[in-house]
């Protein structure tokens, strides 16, 4: 678990304590944030590989134009080595291009905000919180937080997943090795061009996966703005 993450209750930290909630929020946050590429000409040949970027920047500026926005998810964390795993549900908070807010309500409460290079968590309830200030050098796999789609494609292999009427998918698989993100899958709802699930495997081989539904309009903007009422200590 991120240093970042917020305790959970005594009685959850066992069970909880390896499921890294934070990466996992950042490489969602990436793919939500990569801004459109440079309009180009395309050879034939490069059209294909073109198709899954443009559809990925596609989703962004739908998301962007209709922010701010609420959702309904449940994220599911499966060990390396394991068939099945744990499943936690709550709201995210949409409002591109800055920000995003998970709002974990079960089975226990939780909450993080991402805001441009800062990050906090917090529990309901507890005096204090963690603020993280994400630097340019942070470690590999945090890359994808800062990259356009452009640099993206430096780093990235991009394809087209199998294709539903009403969804299409994008795998993503680093070039190189090292990173924090081994391969991800976004699927994306055509009509409304909205993510609709987010899954990929870490380093270690630990699969996560986010489904989100219910997207309707968010009227509280003060859901971007940090509790002030919390002593925020930094990392």
């Known amino acids: 678990m991120s240093a970042l993450a917020p305790r959970p209750p005594a009685r959850a930290r066992l069970a909880t304590r ?35 970027w443009a559809l990925l920047a596609e989703a962004r500026q739908a998301l962007e134009r209709a922010s701010p926005l609420l959702a309904d998810f449940e994220q599911t964390f499966v060990p390396a080595g394991f068939s099945a795993g744990e499943s936690e549900r709550g709201r995210l908070a949409i409002g591109l291009p800055r920000c995003l807010r998970w709002d974990y309500e079960e089975p226990f409460p939780k909450s993080y905000l991402l805001c441009g290079r800062s990050a906090w968590a917090w529990n309901p309830g507890e005096a204090t919180g963690r603020l993280h200030l994400l630097e340019p050098d942070e470690e590999r796999g945090l890359e994808l937080l800062r990259l356009g789609v452009d640099e993206l494609r430096a780093t990235y292999r991009a394809a087209l997943g199998p294709a539903t009427e009403k969804t299409a998918e994008i795998r993503l698989v680093p070039l190189a090795e090292g990173g924090q993100v081994r391969d991800a899958t976004l699927v994306i709802d055509r009509a409304a061009r909205r993510p609709v699930r987010l899954a990929y495997h870490d380093a270690e081989g630990n699969y996560t996966r986010f489904e989100l539904a219910g997207y309707r309009p968010l009227e509280d903007a003060t859901l971007f703005l940090p509790p002030a009422a919390l002593e925020w200590l930094q990392d």
């Open 18 to 52: 390896a499921r890294p909630a934070l990466p996992a929020l950042l490489a969602l946050l990436a793919l939500l944030q990569a801004p459109a590429p440079l309009a180009r000409a395309a050879e034939p040949a490069a059209s294909a590989a073109a198709e899954p």
